[in-house]
């Protein structure tokens, strides 16, 4: 079977579980992983024969594909912001407007504070996951002192081997952020970010069956009474731990910006929503 044609099967039995473009972004990426050619590289060598031990890597990630495993478990990886992470079901996937939350905080710190400081910057990630937010501000503000937490013995297991991996210096803490009683372990940062839990329970049936059969429950979902209580606790952290002119910025629910601001101006911050590529309002600068 030429590589063509294997791509073609497979584009084939793959669209039956996803739309046309998302199911091209998927055969790109398991034919550059199971080959070793990219796409340029694949069409040129598209009536070459695909060697045996390429066929068989592509035909066991087809199989764990059709069950619905995300493509990015299913591979062990992931480009986030200009570095590839390892990930598992242990952790979240890293998403774009994850990416524009990272984008946006390194510009402000950029601009407000890192050039204006001595010291280095302090910068705390809660809930780090796969770290993709600690790597990659630590890679962007090389000069600054990052510390990632996580509630996840396993999770942190994950961010640690992409930060050994991606050679980025950061301080892993085990912590149940929500326990105000561990809060004592943590100092006084220039800048909070965080990706928390933000999905209603009652919403888990309204996500597609990769999200929620695969990825973990505890990363994506908060219980329905109490849809906000990350956001309270960030911001009640936030008046002891911030720094003075310190920033924080979380992504949040496009449904429940106002009520996620709400909670930050009643503990005396001021917001700043912005919206993601597709319009959505996603991300919160809270000062």
């Given at each position: 079977?030429?590589?063509?044609?294997?791509?073609?099967?497979?584009?084939?039995?793959?669209?039956?579980?996803?739309?046309?473009?998302?199911?091209?972004?998927?055969?790109?990426?398991?034919?550059?992983?199971?080959?070793?050619?990219?796409?340029?590289?694949?069409?040129?060598?598209?009536?070459?024969?695909?060697?045996?031990?390429?066929?068989?890597?592509?035909?066991g990630?087809?199989r764990?594909?059709?069950?619905?495993?995300?493509?990015?478990?299913?591979?062990?990886?992931?480009w986030?912001?200009?570095?590839?992470?390892?990930?598992?079901?242990n952790?979240?996937?890293?998403?774009?407007?994850?990416?524009?939350?990272?984008g946006?905080?390194?510009?402000?710190?950029?601009?407000?504070?890192?050039?204006?400081?001595?010291?280095?910057?302090?910068?705390?990630?809660?809930?780090?996951?796969?770290?993709?937010?600690?790597?990659?501000?630590?890679?962007?503000?090389?000069?600054?002192?990052?510390?990632?937490?996580?509630?996840?013995?396993?999770?942190?297991?994950?961010?640690?081997?992409?930060?050994?991996v991606?050679?980025?210096?950061?301080?892993?803490?085990?912590?149940?952020?929500?326990?105000?009683?561990?809060?004592?372990?943590?100092?006084?940062?220039?800048?909070?970010?965080?990706?928390?839990?933000?999905?209603?329970?009652?919403?888990?049936?309204?996500?597609?069956?990769?999200?929620?059969?695969f990825?973990?429950?505890?990363?994506?979902?908060?219980?329905?009474n109490?849809?906000?209580?990350?956001?309270?606790?960030?911001?009640?952290?936030?008046?002891?731990?911030?720094?003075?002119?310190?920033?924080?910025?979380?992504?949040i629910?496009?449904?429940?910006?106002?009520?996620?601001?709400?909670?930050?101006k009643?503990?005396?911050?001021?917001?700043?929503?912005?919206?993601?590529?597709?319009?959505?309002?996603?991300?919160?600068?809270?000062?």
């Amino acid at each position: 079977m030429t590589t063509g044609q294997a791509y073609n099967d497979f584009l084939d039995q793959i669209e039956q579980l996803y739309e046309r473009g998302e199911a091209l972004t998927i055969a790109d990426w398991v034919f550059e992983k199971g080959t070793g050619l990219n796409r340029l590289q694949r069409h040129t060598h598209k009536h070459a024969e695909l060697s045996g031990s390429a066929e068989k890597k592509i035909s066991g990630y087809l199989r764990e594909l059709l069950q619905h495993r995300p493509v990015q478990y299913v591979l062990g990886e992931v480009w986030f912001y200009k570095s590839k992470f390892f990930v598992n079901e242990n952790v979240l996937i890293p998403r774009p407007e994850t990416e524009e939350l990272v984008g946006w905080a390194v510009e402000n710190v950029r601009h407000t504070l890192f050039d204006q400081r001595l010291a280095p910057l302090q910068i705390l990630d809660i809930g780090t996951g796969s770290a993709c937010i600690a790597v990659s501000l630590k890679k962007e503000l090389p000069d600054s002192q990052v510390t990632a937490i996580d509630v996840s013995e396993s999770a942190l297991s994950v961010a640690k081997k992409n930060a050994k991996v991606l050679q980025t210096p950061i301080d892993f803490l085990k912590i149940d952020f929500l326990d105000r009683s561990l809060w004592n372990a943590l100092g006084m940062y220039d800048v909070i970010v965080s990706n928390p839990p933000y999905i209603p329970e009652s919403e888990k049936e309204k996500l597609a069956k990769n999200v929620a059969a695969f990825e973990p429950g505890i990363a994506l979902f908060v219980r329905n009474n109490d849809p906000l209580i990350f956001y309270e606790r960030i911001a009640e952290f936030g008046q002891s731990h911030l720094k003075a002119n310190g920033k924080i910025f979380v992504e949040i629910h496009e449904e429940y910006s106002n009520e996620v601001s709400g909670v930050f101006k009643a503990n005396n911050f001021k917001t700043e929503i912005k919206e993601d590529i597709y319009g959505k309002k996603r991300m919160m600068k809270v000062t």
